[in-house]
């Protein structure tokens, strides 16, 4: 990694920003702690490893954990990838600007198609994960009716924390990473030290869960342990206009996020198994909500209270950074024409600065999702959301290979942030690892029932098939003039204006549609 070479005059963001062909729009307030705490509210540790623990468990035993260790390594790859992207192209939206600007405009719209209703439908799920969390706290009954209603409330007051600005989110993030780290650090290391039952050896003993068959094949039906946690680093470069010196700081924040994030999710997971009263029953598939059981024990019950108080931060803390993200792709993508009501999408509020309406969406579709989950058959929110994990890896996936692409074609990346000669290495071991765990993403299971061994591929399908339908009837790619295509172009114009051979108020042309 080193800043670029050729640089010998450092363009202001606003310079760089008019250089990409837009202007200044919006308070540059989020320093570079907010940033990777946004990204790390998202990613949120304590809601990947809560979530998901019993399952992995019950399907790879201890050894379930090394997921968290492949991923993260695989993820950190794309973390880097993303990282050269966004400095050359700090600008708001993430997948879609980075996906259209290296790629075109067909295909951005795509990616954030099944990138915007992944988002969608993550936040309906955190919300909904997080209501069980807000009844426990106050010894509320777990039905449906209660569930419903305190997932609204998380939406709506996540909802009414974005509408006051960009430095509430920043404060909120500071606080629901602070509560992440007290619920996943600090217990999980309470846990590995005070509360151990089991020898570190655990995690290398698959305690029969393969029966009579090859463990290789129950460690890889585990692999959603690590999937489903690391991702939500990219949200640092969904906000790039309202951090001060993006270029810089959110390729940092993303490496960060996974790190920590990596770390912290170790911790957690580690503890639970090394201080699970029964082990064996966890395995089985027996017990299906383990934690609360192992924290009570551990704890007792005024430290379990308070992990609650911890928890239901963190998860309200999530869902507010889900909804900035996805608001910020929805406001990149009408600022550019290229969805219907784009005009009121791209409203920003004169005075919070934050795009209004598009937030409204983020959060009156999930009430919606949450309402036919409320109507639908018991367990219908782990089949809408069994899509969401496979189509934010395909929309990450779609911006490594469009990346490849253009490497292929001549382009070094012209953002302060550089990977140098390695960039290609990098770039390709991130498509590898990419393709690979998008392949145990959509492998279907073998429960027996047939729709439910395939909607991963069902629900991503019918999202997919909805977007290319509209993409070729209506085609909304021909609304916009919006640059597409121009990575080489954009990094030769930056190098330019670096060294002071073209005024900054230069922007780059627009390309022909793709």
Request: include cysteine; proline fraction near 5%.
């Amino acid at each position: 990694m080193s800043s670029e070479p050729s640089s010998s005059t450092h363009l202001g963001d606003g310079e760089h920003l008019a250089v990409l062909g837009y202007e200044d729009s919006f308070n540059r307030s989020m320093t570079l702690w907010a940033n990777f705490a946004l990204g790390f509210t998202y990613l949120s540790p304590l809601v990947g490893v809560y979530s998901l623990f019993a399952v992995a468990m019950a399907t790879g035993g201890p050894p379930s954990i090394w997921w968290i260790v492949i991923v993260g390594a695989g993820q950190f790859l794309v973390s880097l990838v993303f990282g050269e992207v966004v400095s050359q192209y700090p600008i708001h939206g993430g997948i879609y600007p980075w996906a259209r600007r290296l790629w075109g405009r067909r295909y951005a719209w795509m990616a954030a198609w099944i990138y915007i209703w992944a988002m969608i439908v993550t936040i309906t799920a955190v919300a909904s994960y997080g209501s069980g969390f807000l009844a426990s706290l106050f010894g509320l009954p777990a039905t449906k009716e209660v569930t419903l209603g305190l997932t609204v409330l998380l939406l709506v007051v996540a909802l009414g924390l974005n509408f006051t600005g960009t430095k509430t989110l920043a404060t909120v993030a500071r606080i629901g990473l602070s509560a992440e780290l007290i619920g996943v650090i600090a217990v999980g290391l309470y846990l590995l030290i005070f509360q151990r039952k089991h020898p570190f050896s655990v995690f290398f003993d698959t305690m029969g869960v393969q029966g009579h068959g090859s463990y290789l094949t129950a460690f890889l039906g585990a692999a959603l342990a690590g999937l489903f946690l690391f991702y939500g680093f990219e949200a640092c470069g969904d906000v790039a206009e309202e951090v001060a010196n993006p270029a810089r700081r959110i390729p940092l924040a993303m490496m960060m996020t996974i790190l920590v994030g990596g770390v912290s999710a170790l911790f957690a997971f580690g503890g639970y198994i090394l201080a699970a009263p029964d082990l064996a029953k966890i395995v089985a598939g027996k017990d299906v909500d383990p934690i609360p059981e192992i924290l009570q024990s551990a704890l007792g019950d005024v430290g379990a209270k308070i992990f609650l108080v911890v928890a239901v931060t963190a998860f309200l803390s999530c869902v507010l950074s889900l909804q900035a993200a996805a608001s910020r792709l929805l406001f990149s993508f009408a600022r550019d024409g290229m969805i219907p009501a784009h005009r009121w999408l791209s409203k920003v509020s004169p005075r919070t600065k934050v795009p209004v309406n598009a937030l409204i969406v983020a959060c009156s579709i999930p009430v919606v999702i949450s309402l036919i989950v409320y109507l639908g058959p018991d367990g219908l929110i782990t089949q809408v959301t069994a899509f969401a994990v496979l189509g934010i890896y395909v929309a990450f996936q779609s911006v490594v290979l469009a990346s490849l692409r253009q490497r292929v074609k001549g382009w070094r990346p012209a953002g302060p942030f550089s990977l140098g000669r390695g960039g290609m290495i990098v770039n390709i071991l991130a498509l590898a690892y990419g393709i690979f765990a998008m392949v145990l993403l959509a492998w279907p299971t073998s429960t027996g029932n047939w729709f439910n061994d395939w909607i991963v591929l069902i629900g991503f399908g019918i999202v997919a098939g909805a977007g290319l339908l509209y993409l070729f009837l209506a085609r909304p790619d021909r609304a916009s003039d919006a640059p597409a295509g121009d990575a080489i172009r954009v990094a030769e114009l930056l190098r330019a204006h670096r060294s002071g051979t073209v005024a900054p108020a230069a922007a780059a042309e627009p390309a022909p549609a793709d």
